[in-house]
């Protein structure tokens, strides 16, 4: 499928179309570009761009096609890259003044990865400073805007990776997840995410051993482009001299993940949970659960209430999240000022004032949250009942405005941190399984809703077959399908 605007091809569109030799890549990287100045002044989104070395290295990348060069899985494609992540030769801010000038010698090993498959990197995405909170905004560059409003947020912290993907500014970006930073912002721009099994993707920035939360991946508009990226930033073998340094990466064929099986979606057991069995979740977002999830039993889908109970869960995320700031901050938690991120510092104080055992008390709740959780999955092949896949929303609320770091209140509920709005998302992190965010139609607003489609542990290539599917079916129904924000609109604002 060729469109009118090469900007607008999906990943996979854009690959077959370079190997065909119908599209260079100079013309892809100058197309993508044109978009980022067509509505990047709306939305805030591209907030570093390296726009000389990316017309280089496509050109390159040309060159190569046309003498019969191996080319790698993202050979002459546009990336953007989250500003968390180091970029040699390119500004990497994490959207704090004090790293406003601050340009790596090295990638980190997630961007090298994409570079050895012949990803062009074209700049970087706006973040929440040093990453931490779910709305894009800081010190340094600014608010992202949603892409449907731009007076509303994208979510975060990935959330300058949401809006540039939306809009068509990058096939590809790549984002990170902790209690929910590629999902959110997934979610409310209409694009994918997926937060894969942790140890699937190589994370080198980790700063504990052995947890759960923050994992690397990808963002893109369609479940295909999505695991595309995920192959590659998942690969243990592209870049021998930075091999995983992470105790978290587990021996696993990456490659796979881009060969998405065929699914026949009439075979599944679809769970569904509308709150995870009573973590906060707004009227609002239930109500139009509620009407997806009817739909799609309309449609022949087998759904089955599923008896999750995470209500414990952000209980346990607050305080493990509170103790691995501790370690990650620690020795720089003296020089603060009065204007650093207020999130961290919120969390860092938390924890030096949390009686030990009540972290341990966490751990061990996490264990038996995993273990509970886990045995919704237990299939027939084995004697039981389980399900394939658990359905449940995205976000608790609808997009705020991006003015407030968090939501004040939900339905009369006062949020009481930064995380507690974030329910849905953080209390799957706790017990690690693996999750695409994908686009499911509007709300009554005209703002994109999203579902979290969650998998067992492991099953990274199988839920993103799965979710593929899904997205296939979505797409023949206009209450579900994926939302486009107006261009129009963006450029004239």
């Known amino acids: 499928m060729r469109t009118s605007d090469p900007a607008d091809l ?3 569109e854009a690959k077959q179309s370079l190997a065909d030799r119908a599209l260079s890549s100079v013309e892809l990287v100058e197309a993508c570009r044109a978009r980022t100045d067509l509505v990047d002044p709306a939305v805030n989104a591209m907030v570093i761009r390296c726009d000389d070395r990316a017309l280089a290295e496509a050109q390159a990348a040309d060159e190569a096609s046309v003498a019969g060069h191996s080319l790698g899985l993202l050979h002459g494609l546009p990336v953007a890259i989250k500003d968390l992540q180091a970029t040699e030769g390119v500004r990497t801010t994490l959207g704090s003044p004090d790293l406003a000038d601050h340009v790596p010698a090295v990638d980190a090993g997630i961007v090298a990865r994409i570079r050895a498959a012949g990803g062009i990197v074209v700049g970087k995405t706006n973040i929440p400073e040093y990453s931490i909170g779910a709305n894009t905004r800081n010190p340094l560059f600014g608010a992202t805007g949603n892409p449907f409003d731009p007076e509303l947020t994208c979510g975060g912290s990935s959330g300058g990776s949401g809006v540039a993907v939306a809009t068509g500014m990058v096939p590809l970006a790549t984002g990170s997840d902790h209690g929910g930073s590629i999902r959110i912002p997934a979610c409310y721009c209409g694009v994918v995410g997926h937060r894969a099994t942790p140890g699937i993707v190589p994370n080198e920035q980790r700063t504990m051993t052995q947890n759960f939360y923050s994992v690397q991946g990808p963002m893109a508009r369609t479940v295909a482009d999505t695991a595309l990226l ?3 930033v998942a690969s243990r073998d592209l870049v021998p001299t930075q091999r995983p340094r992470d105790a978290m990466t587990f ?13 026949d979606l009439s075979s599944l057991r679809i769970g569904v949970s509308a709150d995870l069995g009573g973590v ?3 009227e609002a977002v239930q109500t ?4 997806r999830m009817e739909r799609l039993a309309g449609l022949g889908l087998d759904l089955v209430e599923v008896p999750v109970d995470l209500r414990r869960a952000p209980d346990v995320d607050w305080r493990l999240r509170s103790d691995i700031f501790v370690t990650q901050w620690s020795d720089q938690a003296d020089g603060w000022t009065d204007e650093f991120n207020p999130n961290i510092r919120q969390s860092y104080e938390a924890a030096l004032a949390m009686p030990m055992h009540e972290i341990a008390a966490a751990r061990r709740t996490q264990t038996e949250l995993l273990q509970d959780f886990a045995a919704h999955f237990d299939r027939a092949e084995s004697g039981g009942h389980g399900v394939d896949i658990i359905l449940c929303p995205g976000v608790s609320v609808p997009p705020f405005p991006w003015m407030h770091r968090n939501p004040i209140e939900i339905d009369g509920h006062a949020v009481e941190n930064y995380m507690a709005w974030l329910a849905l998302t953080a209390s799957l ?3 690690g399984h693996p999750v695409t965010a994908l686009p499911c139609g509007v709300d009554a607003s005209g703002l994109p809703f999203g579902l979290q489609v969650v998998g ?3 099953s990274d290539r199988r839920l993103l077959s799965i979710a593929s599917a899904l997205e296939a079916l979505f797409a023949t129904e206009p209450m579900m399908s994926r939302p486009v924000p107006s261009l129009e609109q963006l450029s004239a604002s």
């Open 288 to 291: 139009v659960f509620a009407e």
């Open 251 to 263: 021996p696993f064929d990456a490659a796979t993940l881009a060969d998405l099986m065929e699914v």
């Open 230 to 232: 995920l192959s590659v």
């Open 10 to 12: 999906s990943a996979v």
């Open 429 to 431: 992190t706790v017990v």
């Open 456 to 458: 067992p542990m492991y």
């Open 280 to 282: 906060l979740v707004s």
